[in-house]
């Protein structure tokens, strides 16, 4: 490994010059546990030590857990050691995990009761060093509490330069064979500056981490941590669990896709936690439904955060602040709109000959920034599809107004062509999503003999709602024209993949299944 970079420090040293301003002070809290920075920063030094000694600095660490103390400092640790880590959600499948793991070839898997069916299940295994975080289960090598207790040797820490590679960041995959976006200690490291300079985080608040940790909710602990906040890592991720934890622990932030706003709003006994300590509810990831937005706002205020990121451009993109959340002049909430991009990210809409398009054009998101990836792991092909010309190429489809804010309006290979008319399913979703009594909304292409295409929506109610598709077609007609969908299908829920996102490759399926007939 070459010889650190005299000009940068790595995220988790930055960490540790953190712990030791803030020593005393509660770093994690975890159920009735809790560790002080001070104990944090050594228990990832430990274990950051006892994996320097038995694995060569760039090989890969999978990370397969439900969200718990240990993925945090295992997160820290790993990078600390000069390893790869490759975070995968807890919900994956044998065969999801068994792909990611011929694909990366990792040396150590760290997983824990949840998830040990799957490592059971999965091939490819003999032979690799598997260690169980929640129990003294080990295979080819120490158990999890035996090397948190070895001795630090600071000789082998710390050795990983800027531009070594820190994590391997999969795609969901829902499209094909999943993809693993490549991002170096400095791409992550321009992710926290980007959060530090353009998101509101203050030392004395405490957040709360719902989310999976090996996606969003975990990219969130860092800055947090950097600055001196609490974080409270909800048990199970549960909406009963958090509603519980806001009270107890004076939650200040709460991080959440749209779909767990959505159950948060529409709890049957919000009404009944003091909510009252809440300074800024972060969303994202996927399209909001208007009336959750518009029911989260009569309920916390506005102090409701928009952050858009890609996997490929960790998490800052762009951000919509609360103070820009409404329409100038107006109470109308900017329902699809993604804020402006953040202050050292360069985001500039282009259209299919790859020049600018003007503003209120629709164009497709490409990005030039420190934080966008190296290059998809192993996929060299793919690589150079999404970099091209020093930009990343993120194939979502946007309008920028004269002011700079940016107006998703779906994925370029989700739009669709109707009768001669260009349709974006987002831009369906959040008038549908206006009408009362609607939960969520999805819209997908259905080819027709007649139309080309058709848009098929799938729409999920409240459960005091009675209404059915002409009701819902009768209300949207009037703002959408010749964009209503051609049908509507209500369903009890909309499926959601394993991040909790809409699962629009499922309905598309459905379709094709039934023949036509949802």
Same mark, same amino acid.
């Given at each position: 490994?070459?010889?650190?970079?005299?000009?940068?420090?790595?995220?988790?040293?930055?960490?540790?010059?953190?712990?030791?301003?803030?020593?005393?002070?509660?770093?994690?809290?975890?159920?009735?546990?809790?560790?002080?920075?001070?104990?944090?920063?050594?228990?990832?030094?430990?274990?950051?030590?006892?994996?320097?000694?038995?694995?060569?600095?760039?090989?890969?660490?999978?990370?397969?857990?439900?969200?718990?103390?240990?993925?945090?400092?295992?997160?820290?640790?790993?990078?600390?050691?000069?390893?790869?880590?490759?975070?995968?959600?807890?919900?994956?499948?044998?065969?999801?995990?068994?792909?990611?793991?011929?694909?990366?070839?990792?040396?150590?898997?760290?997983?824990?009761?949840?998830?040990?069916?799957?490592?059971?299940?999965?091939?490819?295994?003999?032979?690799?060093?598997?260690?169980?975080?929640?129990?003294?289960?080990?295979?080819?090598?120490?158990?999890?509490?035996?090397?948190?207790?070895?001795?630090?040797?600071?000789?082998?820490?710390?050795?990983?330069?800027?531009?070594?590679?820190?994590?391997?960041?999969?795609?969901?995959?829902?499209?094909?064979?999943?993809?693993?976006?490549?991002?170096?200690?400095?791409?992550?490291?321009?992710?926290?500056?980007?959060?530090?300079?353009?998101?509101?985080?203050?030392?004395?608040?405490?957040?709360?981490?719902?989310?999976?940790?090996?996606?969003?909710?975990?990219?969130?602990?860092?800055?947090?941590?950097?600055?001196?906040?609490?974080?409270?890592?909800?048990?199970?991720?549960?909406?009963?669990?958090?509603?519980?934890?806001?009270?107890?622990?004076?939650?200040?932030?709460?991080?959440?896709?749209?779909?767990?706003?959505?159950?948060?709003?529409?709890?049957? !006994?919000?009404?009944?936690?003091? #909510?009252? %300590?809440?300074?800024?509810?972060? /969303?994202?990831? *996927?399209?909001?439904?208007?009336? =959750?937005?518009?029911?989260?706002?009569?309920?916390?205020?506005?102090?409701?955060?928009?952050?858009?990121?890609?996997?490929?451009?960790?998490?800052?993109?762009?951000?919509?602040?609360?103070?820009?959340?409404?329409?100038?002049?107006?109470?109308?909430?900017?329902?699809?709109?993604?804020?402006?991009?953040?202050?050292?990210?360069?985001?500039?809409?282009?259209?299919?000959?790859?020049?600018?398009?003007?503003?209120?054009?629709?164009?497709?998101?490409?990005?030039?920034?420190?934080?966008?990836?190296?290059?998809?792991?192993?996929?060299?092909?793919?690589?150079?599809?999404?970099?091209?010309?020093?930009?990343?190429?993120?194939?979502?489809?946007?309008?920028?107004?004269?002011?700079?804010?940016?107006?998703?309006? !779906?994925?370029?290979?989700?739009? #669709?062509? %109707?009768?001669?008319?260009?349709? /974006?399913?987002? *831009?369906?979703?959040?008038?549908? =999503?206006?009408?009362?009594?609607?939960?969520?909304?999805?819209?997908?292409?259905?080819?027709?003999?007649?139309?080309?295409?058709?848009?098929?929506?799938?729409?999920?109610?409240?459960?005091?709602?009675?209404?059915?598709?002409?009701?819902?077609?009768?209300?949207?007609?009037?703002?959408?024209?010749?964009?209503?969908?051609?049908?509507?299908?209500?369903?009890?829920?909309?499926?959601?993949?394993?991040?909790?996102?809409?699962?629009?490759?499922?309905?598309?399926?459905?379709?094709?299944?039934?023949?036509?007939?949802?």
């Amino acid at each position: 490994m070459p010889e650190p970079d005299p000009i940068g420090a790595i995220p988790s040293s930055l960490m540790a010059q953190a712990a030791r301003a803030h020593a005393g002070r509660v770093a994690l809290r975890y159920g009735e546990q809790s560790w002080t920075f001070a104990e944090f920063d050594a228990a990832a030094d430990r274990l950051a030590g006892g994996l320097a000694r038995r694995v060569t600095p760039g090989e890969r660490v999978i990370m397969l857990m439900a969200n718990r103390p240990e993925y945090v400092v295992l997160q820290c640790a790993i990078e600390r050691a000069g390893l790869v880590r490759v975070p995968v959600n807890a919900r994956s499948t044998a065969h999801e995990l068994g792909v990611i793991l011929a694909d990366c070839e990792p040396a150590v898997l760290f997983y824990d009761q949840t998830t040990a069916d799957r490592v059971t299940e999965v091939k490819g295994v003999e032979g690799l060093w598997r260690v169980q975080v929640d129990g003294d289960v080990a295979n080819g090598g120490p158990s999890y509490g035996e090397l948190g207790t070895e001795a630090v040797d600071r000789s082998r820490l710390d050795r990983a330069t800027l531009d070594d590679l820190n994590s391997i960041n999969y795609t969901s995959g829902t499209s094909g064979r999943p993809k693993g976006a490549m991002l170096t200690h400095r791409n992550w490291a321009a992710v926290y500056r980007n959060m530090l300079i353009d998101r509101n985080i203050r030392g004395d608040d405490v957040l709360a981490h719902i989310g999976p940790l090996t996606h969003a909710s975990g990219t969130y602990f860092v800055p947090w941590f950097l600055r001196g906040a609490t974080s409270v890592i909800v048990e199970g991720g549960a909406i009963d669990g958090l509603l519980a934890a806001i009270p107890k622990h004076k939650v200040t932030v709460v991080t959440c896709v749209p779909t767990a706003l959505t159950r948060i709003v529409n709890h049957p !006994g919000l009404d009944r936690f003091d #909510l009252s %300590s809440l300074r800024m509810i972060g /969303y994202g990831a *996927e399209p909001i439904p208007h009336n =959750t937005l518009e029911k989260a706002l009569r309920k916390f205020g506005p102090i409701l955060v928009n952050n858009y990121g890609q996997t490929e451009a960790m998490m800052t993109v762009s951000n919509l602040p609360a103070a820009d959340l409404f329409v100038p002049g107006t109470k109308e909430p900017r329902v699809a709109c993604i804020g402006r991009p953040y202050t050292f990210v360069e985001v500039i809409l282009r259209g299919p000959d790859r020049q600018p398009v003007a503003a209120g054009e629709i164009g497709e998101i490409t990005i030039r920034s420190d934080h966008v990836m190296r290059g998809y792991w192993r996929m060299p092909e793919e690589t150079a599809k999404a970099l091209r010309d020093g930009w990343l190429w993120t194939g979502d489809l946007a309008r920028m107004d004269e002011s700079g804010f940016i107006t998703l309006t !779906g994925r370029s290979k989700e739009m #669709l062509i %109707s009768g001669g008319h260009n349709i /974006y399913p987002q *831009e369906i979703e959040a008038v549908l =999503t206006s009408c009362p009594g609607v939960l969520e909304a999805a819209v997908v292409a259905q080819p027709d003999p007649d139309w080309g295409e058709i848009a098929v929506a799938f729409v999920s109610l409240a459960d005091d709602s009675t209404l059915g598709p002409e009701a819902i077609r009768t209300s949207v007609k009037p703002r959408l024209g010749i964009r209503t969908p051609k049908r509507i299908e209500i369903v009890p829920n909309l499926p959601k993949t394993t991040n909790g996102k809409v699962d629009k490759n499922l309905l598309r399926k459905r379709l094709v299944t039934a023949g036509g007939d949802a």
